[in-house]
């Protein structure tokens, strides 16, 4: 299995720009996708093969990688994008999509 | 629009099983693959297994491996999550959630079934 490791917490100014890291080795040889979890909902796909956006996921999302890291960066953050955001990939053997990142809590200030 | 729809929540004791379903609708059940999410109370999000409707192959995540059985069945597009020899460490929310092959993502998900595992 693999580890993907996110920072716990950040925050944001309205209509300001924030960028959340995933790290992991899987992430050298796979893409990342983006979750993002509004309390009492599940989860949403926001971001998948690097930088596709699932229809209705507005342009403000998008994602990046460069190594063994994988960004999703919201630009102009607005008051409902506060949620808490998990990356996923595949676990070291490329089996499957079995590793999901320890989530990052965004806070809109 | 695509929806997955779960079964309602469960309180079980210990030692007990617990199958949910997730019933499909508006796409081909056997074009994605289904996958189980588990998400304990205030916690993140652990992968499970998957299930591919289209031949049943199954793939468990070491953790559950042993405990967890994935099954689909077609007739009713319906998918299906057993863990058994339930603890306390089981209660949490469980999710489905479908991914296109030609996607590295989990596109669409279910709106999940809390379980409460307590004697």
């Known amino acids: 299995s693999s580890e993907l490791t996110q920072d716990p917490a950040v925050s944001v100014a309205l209509g300001q720009t924030v960028r959340i890291t995933c790290q992991g080795d899987?992430?050298?040889?796979?893409?990342a996708s983006w979750y993002q979890q509004k309390p009492g909902q599940a989860p949403v796909l926001v971001i998948y093969a690097k930088n596709s956006r699932p229809s209705g996921i507005p342009d403000r999302f998008s994602g990046s990688s460069s190594g063994n890291t994988a960004s999703l960066t919201i630009t102009g953050a607005q008051a409902e994008d506060e949620a808490v955001y998990y990356c996923?990939?595949?676990?070291?053997?490329?089996?499957?999509?079995?590793?999901f990142g320890t989530g990052t809590k965004v806070t809109v200030l | 629009e695509v929806q997955l729809v779960q079964s309602g929540a469960e309180v079980k004791k210990p030692g007990a099983t617990v199958k949910i379903s997730c019933k499909v609708s508006?796409?081909?059940?056997?074009?994605?693959?289904m996958h189980w999410v588990q998400q304990t109370p205030g916690e993140g999000l652990e992968w499970m297994g998957l299930v591919d409707p289209a031949d049943g192959e199954t793939i468990y995540a070491e953790k559950f491996q042993g405990r967890v059985t994935i099954t689909a069945d077609t007739s009713t597009d319906t998918a299906y999550m057993e863990l058994s020899s339930l603890r306390s460490e089981d209660t949490a929310m469980y999710y489905c959630?479908?991914?296109?092959?030609?996607?590295?993502?989990?596109?669409?998900w279910g709106q999940g079934t809390m379980v409460t595992v307590s004697s």
């Open positions: 508006e796409y081909t059940f056997t074009d994605y693959y």
């Open positions: 899987s992430l050298r040889s796979y893409y």
């Open positions: 996923n990939s595949r676990d070291s053997s490329g089996n499957h999509l079995g590793v």
């Open positions: 959630a479908v991914q296109d092959p030609s996607n590295d993502a989990f596109d669409i």
